[in-house]
């Protein structure tokens, strides 16, 4: 087994430390940001590190990275409008959804660039991904900066759309289903298979291991 300390890792080549570093957490959900601006540009982006932060209130957060003087169109839509979307990558949509990590000019849409068909439900202000199997509105409640320059993003949910039949009794998501994509490193794509569900555990339920 390769052991690597601090010095060792900072020693190593800078496109092969990225790489690794992204991919020692392991896989990740594969989700598309939505974002429209106040003169009505629509855009949208690739992330890997959406988070659960609580059920109640329902909250989940993402991570922007360190920017310069201009923030990205989705940071700065985000900020403008206080709302955006969170979309569930499918499989199929891997590909044009990798490619929204471009840094395209500002005012350009990558829902153009990439074909991305988008729509827009229930008056809410942010696009949406159309064959997202899982769909978020999310309102901005609150920017954290992180000690390495980057910025976590927390919101609430307001809209949440899933398809028929995605769910159990108890309210749990079958991903492997809806065919979601995850995401290891930067550029990895995986498709999900479930292999089991076990019980809530509690101290008095819990068996003897070999």
Do not use: W
């Not at 010095?7 to 496109?15: F, G, R």
């Amino acid at each position: 087994m390769m052991k690597l300390n601090t010095k060792d890792i900072d020693k190593l080549e800078h496109k092969f430390r990225l790489n690794l570093i992204n991919s020692i957490s392991g896989i990740k959900p594969a989700n598309l940001i939505g974002t429209r601006s106040k003169n009505g540009m629509d855009n949208l982006a690739i992330f890997s590190s959406v988070v659960h932060l609580g059920s109640n209130p329902a909250q989940l957060g993402f991570i922007v990275r360190p920017f310069a003087e201009n923030p990205r169109d989705t940071y700065s839509n985000i900020l403008e409008t206080q709302h955006y979307t969170i979309n569930g990558v499918p499989l199929e949509l891997t590909k044009k959804a990798h490619y929204t990590s471009a840094k395209l000019d500002q005012g350009v849409s990558e829902f153009e660039v990439m074909n991305i068909e988008k729509e827009f439900m229930d008056d809410f202000y942010a696009p949406f991904v159309k064959s997202s199997p899982i769909k978020i509105g999310m309102k901005h409640l609150d920017s954290i900066p992180l000690p390495n320059g980057c910025t976590m993003v927390i919101g609430s949910v307001e809209l949440l759309m899933v398809p028929e039949g995605s769910m159990n009794d108890l309210g749990q998501l079958d991903l492997s289903h809806i065919n979601s994509a995850g995401i290891s490193g930067l550029n990895s794509y995986y498709s999900l298979n479930k292999l089991t569900t076990y019980p809530y555990v509690r101290t008095s339920e819990i068996p003897e291991f070999e």
